[in-house]
């Protein structure tokens, strides 16, 4: 159990306890919040249950909170005060967090606790780069954030599906069948690339290796010979044809190259052309219309989207029968639902604001919702501002500056890239300092945590390997009086419940702020001279015994932190770097 569900299940006890007293009533589903005080110094954790349970009470705050405290059992704190407009502050006494936070395993404890998380089936779809081009910086950001949040759900217990939706039909992709084959027209005659194709130096080397593959069909070979006589608008259409399969299979397989050097893997590529193929698509918008939620506009079929939210209807099918972008898309979110995920939960890009409406309304019409527990979640993914000596830096692969996810992990080791990336909310615009990035001291954040894990192990080899089990009832009440043992070991202690909570919140950049803490912990604690583990050995073995016990706990809850986040836990360091 930890620490928080055990508060609360007392604040909550409490206060149907002084509701019956008074014959007052609770609030349907009552469930005190409990929150981590600003500064140890004003207790562990409070709770503003007071102030949730003013209205139904119709009492003041301060009021409530005095009978909440009144009835609490104090047996397990070492203070409880009322501070403010009726907050509960409480100090948990060692011995109580010892009992509370005991562990018969700890592996399971660390990731997860089954009383505070309710199980969901959940797809989460992240990146979907279209397969036109290399991915670029955003996309990057877009997998570091959406394999760690994936990485944590699964932890805190839920089943997850991780999917990359692979956009490889319609307008976009004839676009990239053509520009292919006017970069292989080019190779025997002087013609210009239309502007709205795609002008990427890329497509040149694309279709390079697959004329060396020999990939492309013998009908469609030029030589100088064929060319006096080519049509060359028949050509190209036929060509743009046979392009464009094999231009999207090729960019997509080096998407995947990069995203798995990104340690980022994906259960499922579904593909946007299987819909269209299967009919699943034209048979979304016949769902939307049998109920109720199609008109007919100028020969065209109209989603009423504005009846949920949206600034005005949208077009589905075109009047000449074609389905839009968003009926596919549409299609692919019903497809979720009849695969049985009742959690659908995607990333998009910074452009993509207005769509939610739209898409999480046609949902809604075809029934998603109702059913308790269904939810869908958008989460926007901002912009990424490289950052070099404190000047922006121009994305410019012509300048030889960064361009592609591509260019930013041959440069900055993944390691870096994935922790800077989760260090902002994906709502805010991500400051990316390629100065700090390429510093290889403890100035730079990733390697602050990694040192203070690995001068744990350097202290494993130079004192013994620590106890396999750890005690944490000994633990903690050992610590008391030890201000650093004490706020190290609380510290650690709310690591589950950082687990439960982002994988219910999203808020990933609250994990490298987490682990940032923790190294920050242990090196006071390290640097402490009641702490010395060496001096103690001779003098107090079982004092020693106990501190590299701390030491292991601190080490795995760093470890399985940055383990969650895509990250290598180093256990070796320079000398130069111990201090």
Known sequence: MTLRFFLRQIVAAVAESVAKETGLVLP???????????????????TPAAMELAKAFRQNPRAIAEKLIAAIDGRAFSKIEL???????????????????????????LVSNESEIHSDKVIFEYVSANPTGPMNIVSARAASVGDSLTRIMKAAGHKVTREYYVNDYGNQVEKLGLSFAYRYLQKFKAVTLPEDCYQGEYVIEYLDAMLDAGQVDNALLLSADKIAS?????????????FAPLGVSAILGEQQKDLKSFRTEFDRFFSEASLHASGAVLAAGDALEKKGKVAVSDGAKVFLSKEYGDDKDRVIVRSDGRPTYLLADIAYHADKVARGFNSIIDIWGPDHHGYIARL???????????????????????????????????????LGKFQTMRDL??????????????TRGLNTHLDFDLTLALDQSKKNPVYYVQYANARIHSIFRECGEPPGHINIEHLAVSAAGQAEREALLFWLLRFPELVQDIARNYEIQRLPEYLYQTATLFTSFYHAKNNRIKDLLAANAGEAALLLSLCNLTTQVIETGLALIGITAVREMHREDAD
């Open 83 to 109: 501070a403010g407009a009726g907050f509960i502050n409480f100090t948990l006494n060692q011995t109580a967090i010892g009992k509370v936070a005991a562990f018969a395993d700890l592996n399971a404890w």
């Open 360 to 398: 999480s309304g046609a949902l809604k019409a075809l029934g998603f919702g109702e059913t308790p527990g269904q939810q869908f979640k958008v989460i926007i993914s901002q912009q990424v501002n490289l950052l070099e000596n404190g000047e922006p830096v121009v994305m410019s692969k012509r």
């Open 28 to 46: 349907d589903g009552f469930a005190p919040r409990i929150d981590y005080t600003p500064d140890l110094k004003f207790g562990h954790y409070a």
């Open 409 to 422: 992990i041959q440069k900055i080791p993944v390691d870096v890239c994935r922790y800077f990336f989760v």
């Open 230 to 242: 080519l049509n060359e608008a028949e050509w190209l259409a036929q060509a743009s044809r046979v």
